[in-house]
């Protein structure tokens, strides 16, 4: 099944066990009706606001509705899903339209591409709650000095308050999302 399917799936899901008809999760999230029976018909251009707003409102971790899988740890967790596939899992979404209000917290997500020669980030600490999914190539990810390689279709949550850092980890560039919840 299309993974993009397999989220929709997730959404209309929380959505039943809520007991929100179509109708009324479309004005929670403050869109048309008919655009989101789209976003719940084939997950196709969902932008990640709206999943965000749904994990939030319904108190669902993220990880579990974009891959299946919780990732609720103390210090970080890693999602094992890109096997080395390729990814293109997400069509549609709009990673500029996301400075996104979650409950009291700012949500700050960017797309960032470290190139091969690029030197490895600084090592840096701060609160909240991190959460990186790579895009395509392959991340180093460095964490309190252990490094931990992720591939394409992989994802970190993590604690960042412990000191951390990413590089390139491969001869093509590696793009990657970064959501931060201060």
Known sequence: MDETIEI????EGIRD???YTQEQMAKEL??????????????HNIPISVIFHIANKF????SEIL??????????HVVKAGNGKEVDRYPGYNYTDLAFRYTKKIMQPLLVTLDPSDKPA???????????YVLKGKMAFI???????????????????HSHGQKCA?????????????
């Not at 891959?67 to 970080?76: P, R, V, W």
């Not at 600084?122 to 990186?132: C, D, I, K």
């Not at 491969?170 to 201060?182: K, N, Q």
């Open 170 to 182: 491969s001869d093509i560039p590696v793009v990657f999302l970064t959501v931060i919840a201060e």
């Open 67 to 76: 891959t299946g899988t919780s990732a609720k740890l103390d210090t970080y």
């Open 122 to 132: 600084a090592l840096v600490s701060h609160s909240g709650q991190e959460f990186n």
């Open 8 to 11: 929709a799936r997730r959404i």
């Open 17 to 19: 066990a809520s007991g």
């Open 143 to 161: 964490f309190d000095s252990h490094q931990i390689i992720l591939n394409e279709g992989d994802c970190i949550y993590f604690n960042p308050s």
């Open 59 to 62: 108190n669902v971790d993220l």
């Open 30 to 43: 403050n869109i048309d009706i008919e655009t989101y029976k789209e976003y719940e018909k084939n997950g």
